[in-house]
Each structure stands twice: as C-alpha cells, then as structure tokens.
C-alpha cells in the first residue's frame, strides 16, 4: 500500500514516484527497475526542491526542469530571487534559455519560505562553504539550511548535501539531527551526499555530461538517490557518505597542488628565460600521463582557495600532517603577494618607484567570462597596491563597482586610455575584453601567461 501525503498547498501536480536504478553507473533514469520500498512511497508536488540558487543550486534546478522534473527552488535571499526572475544572473546562454523555458512553466516555482520544502520529494542543498580570515572552515551557511530542511524535512524524502566539507559533515548535519526527530534515514527519510561538479562559465561541458559521485547513509537511501541523480547525469557509487565527501576534497585538492606546482615552473622558466606556456603547451602534447595546469596569479571561487582548509582544519584534530597540501595552500596564498612585488620590480628595472605610480588592472573577476568576485586574488592585489602608494583602478564591465576587503570602495575605470596608465596588469582577460587602447609607452605585467599577441609584455 502507498501512503500519500496531502501537500499543504500549491499545484495539484503529483510528482512521480522516485525509483532506484539496478546498476551504480548509468547514463539515464529509463533504464530504473527497482523501486522503493512500497510503505515509503508518497505523492508530493514537485520532484526536487533546491535550496540555494546561487552559482551551483541554480543551473542545478535548471537541468533537473530541463530533464523532466518538477523543480522548487528555495533561496533565503529575496535580492537573489529578484535577480533571477529579472533574467539578471550569471549563467550560460544554455542555462539562460532553460531559464526562460522553466519561468514559462507550471511546474517550476522559486520561493524564499522554507516551509515549501515539504511540498518536494527530494531536498538538495547547495550553499557556499567558504572559508573565514583565517582560513578556517565557515559552516555557518551550510549548518543553517541543513537545519532548515530537517526542521521541515516530512517522511518519504530524500535529503542530499552537495557542499564541499568536511568528512563526516551530512552524518552531523543531517543523519543525527534527523535521528533526533524520530526519523531514520533509510526507513523513513533518506540521506545522500553527492559533491557538486560545476565549472562556472565552462560552456564545453554540459551538466549531463559529467558524472555525479553518490554515497548514501545506507544502501537503501543510495538506492533513492541514484534514481534521482540519474534523471539528468550519469552516476557513480561510493560505498559511504564519507567516501563521497572524501572524493570532493581530493578533487580540489588535487587542482591546488597541481596550480601551486604550475606558478613555481613559471619562475624557474622566468629565472631561465622560457616561457612557461609553451613549456606547458609542449607538455600537454603527452596523450597519458600529464595534465596542464596553468600558473597565474593566485586562486579565486568557490572550490580551490577553500576546499582543502576543509581537510587540513580536519586533520588537526587527528594530528595528521599534510605537508604537501600545506605547502601548496601556502604558495597560493602568497601568489597575489608575488603580483604587487613584480609591479614594483619592473618599475624599479626602469628607474621608478611604485609610490604615485598609476596602475589599472585589467579584469577582476576570479575567472575569465564569469561574473564571480569570491576569493579573487584580484581583491588582494588591489589591496597590495594601494598599501604600497601606487594609484590604482581597475577595468571590469562586468563589475561597476566593488568593494575591498578593509572597506574600500572602488569604480570601475570606464575609459581605460584617460586613466593614463604607467603599468597595465592583466589579471583576467575576457574573451570580450577590448586591449586595443594599450600604447607602447606603458608596461604591461601579463599574469594570465596567455597574452602573446600584446607587445613587449612582461611576464609574471
């Protein structure tokens, strides 16, 4: 027999029955033959609900809709809900025209009352995990929505984390606080984590096409899971919610080694006058064994700059050194350091201190392409600058103004020729990105390593 549960309000829409697939790694959720358990199934009206529509929840809602499924999407924030209906969020084209597609429909709702997250069969929260000053892990965000959907979570629903954290995270975020209520994951409710894979800004890989790690409280909330996760991606299973958790952070810290080892060739080839993009191109010619990284000039987002604190914080209280990993955060950190002391060398080569220098750096976003500020060394490079006496601007349409981390408040340089620049840093360089009011008379510091086609530039 299957229970139904009334929704409290809303569509009449009754979202399909979720079903577990019969093998870990498949391409679609037609191929499901294994149902849940019948005492656990319900009716609700939508299929998923997201919570937080930010740079992962968004596109998320976006491709399950896109798939078939009825979608909530839930976000705290009203001026975020606001820029979405308003069309004005960062996406994809291809994500834009899915916008359009779900705001047409009747089965696509975004609201900022938790108490909808009953209406949904499945609740994915995906908000920010960053870290604070200190680099230590903020789990303020992440604590408050896991709260918010055990506190409206109803039997019948699988619940999912998808922010990068630490191991053991959904066990104390959702299992025991579920436990708590009287809800057991696997009878009950259902508990999965399942590490986001989204590269912002990256239109070569489509969300469908990359696969998603699961692990599941126990085999049964697994089950659950993977029949949802295949709706619109392929999946892989772990055996564990740690092991899934795990595979996140080795993911990122994988790329931070790998960054950390890129900008320390760049200054061996710099010592030895080579340049390091064609050593690297050369390399990237291998077909196994190498894969290309690229130095700049630090790290921003959501993912490198933050993730592997997650498991060094962890690591303390086990007393388990990382001294890799500690390392290569370390030489990240210091990168934008490295930024302002080239400035200030090349000025010196030519006879002239940095102080009442002038100096626009071209591009702030972390990311070329994405109007994304978090974690851009940019900010710390800005900050360096000024402290150091020099007159700073910067050059980012997509960024009209922005605010430093001690306070200050900046202006995007409009006309980037009147700003008479004695040094041009190129720190992203947009694909729309406009270099053409560059003149001989100014120095141009190349951060990216991609600026052949700019004369005499300088390389980081």
């Known amino acids: 027999m299957t229970i139904l549960v009334t929704p409290p309000s809303g569509p009449s829409r009754i979202a399909s029955p979720i079903t577990a697939p019969s093998v870990s790694t498949m391409p679609s959720a037609t191929s499901a033959t294994r149902t849940v358990p019948p005492h656990l199934g319900q009716a609700f009206e939508f299929d998923v609900a997201i919570v937080g529509l930010g740079y992962v929840g968004l596109p998320t809602a976006l491709a399950y809709h896109h798939a078939g499924s009825s979608v909530l999407g839930l976000d705290v924030s009203e001026a975020r809900l606001a820029t979405i209906r308003s069309r004005a969020a960062d996406l994809l084209d291809s994500d834009r025209d899915r916008l359009e597609e779900a705001f047409v429909a009747d089965d696509f709702l975004i609201t900022s009352d938790p108490a909808a997250l009953s209406r949904a069969a499945a609740v994915i929260v995906c908000v920010p995990t960053p870290v604070d000053e200190y680099l230590v892990p903020d789990l303020?965000?992440?604590?408050?929505?896991?709260?918010?959907?055990?506190?409206?979570?109803?039997?019948?629903?699988?619940?999912?984390?998808?922010?990068?954290?630490?191991?053991?995270?959904?066990?104390?975020?959702?299992?025991?606080?579920?436990?708590?209520?009287?809800?057991?994951p696997g009878r009950d409710v259902f508990v999965a984590f399942s590490p986001e894979r989204i590269d912002p800004g990256n239109a070569t890989v489509a969300h469908e096409d990359v696969p998603r790690v699961l692990g599941g409280a126990t085999d049964t909330c697994a089950d659950v899971a993977d029949a949802l996760l295949a709706r619109y991606a392929p999946v892989h299973r772990v055996p564990s919610l740690a092991a899934a958790e795990m595979t996140k952070l080795l993911e990122n810290t994988f790329r931070a080694v790998n960054i950390a080892l890129a900008n320390e060739f760049s200054d061996i080839c710099r010592t030895m006058d080579i340049d390091v993009a064609d050593v690297i191109d050369a390399a990237a010619t291998k077909p196994y064994g190498f894969m290309a990284f690229l130095p700049g000039p630090g790290v921003g987002?959501?993912?490198?700059?933050?993730?592997?604190?997650?498991?060094?914080?962890?690591?303390?209280?086990?007393?388990?050194?990382?001294?890799?990993?500690?390392?290569?955060?370390?030489?990240?950190?210091?990168?934008?350091?490295?930024?302002?002391?080239?400035?200030?060398?090349?000025?010196?080569?030519?006879?002239?201190?940095?102080?009442?220098?002038?100096?626009?750096?071209?591009?702030?976003?972390?990311?070329?392409?994405?109007?994304?500020?978090?974690?851009?060394?940019?900010?710390?490079?800005?900050?360096?600058?000024?402290?150091?006496?020099?007159e700073v601007g910067y050059a980012d349409h997509r960024f009209p103004r922005l605010t430093l981390r001690n306070g200050e408040v900046l202006d995007d340089v409009v006309d980037e020729a009147s700003f008479a620049a004695d040094v041009v840093l190129l720190h992203t360089r947009h694909s729309d990105a406009d270099l053409s009011w560059i003149t001989e008379r100014q120095f141009v510091i190349d951060t990216t390593y991609r600026g052949a086609d700019l004369v005499d530039r300088i390389i980081l």
């Open 301 to 390: 987002g959501h993912c490198i700059p933050c993730d592997p604190h997650y498991l060094l914080w962890q690591l303390k209280a086990k007393r388990q050194p990382a001294p890799m990993i500690t390392q290569a955060m370390a030489e990240i950190a210091s990168r934008p350091g490295r930024v302002v002391d080239r400035t200030r060398e090349v000025l010196s080569d030519a006879g002239r201190g940095l102080r009442g220098a002038r100096v626009l750096v071209v591009g702030v976003a972390y990311k070329r392409d994405v109007a994304d500020l978090r974690e851009s060394p940019a900010l710390e490079i800005l900050e360096g600058l000024r402290a150091a006496g020099a």
């Open 140 to 184: 303020g965000i992440l604590r408050a929505a896991s709260a918010m959907v055990v506190a409206n979570s109803v039997p019948g629903q699988l619940l999912m984390l998808t922010s990068t954290t630490y191991v053991g995270c959904t066990e104390d975020l959702l299992v025991q606080p579920l436990v708590h209520r009287g809800l057991l």
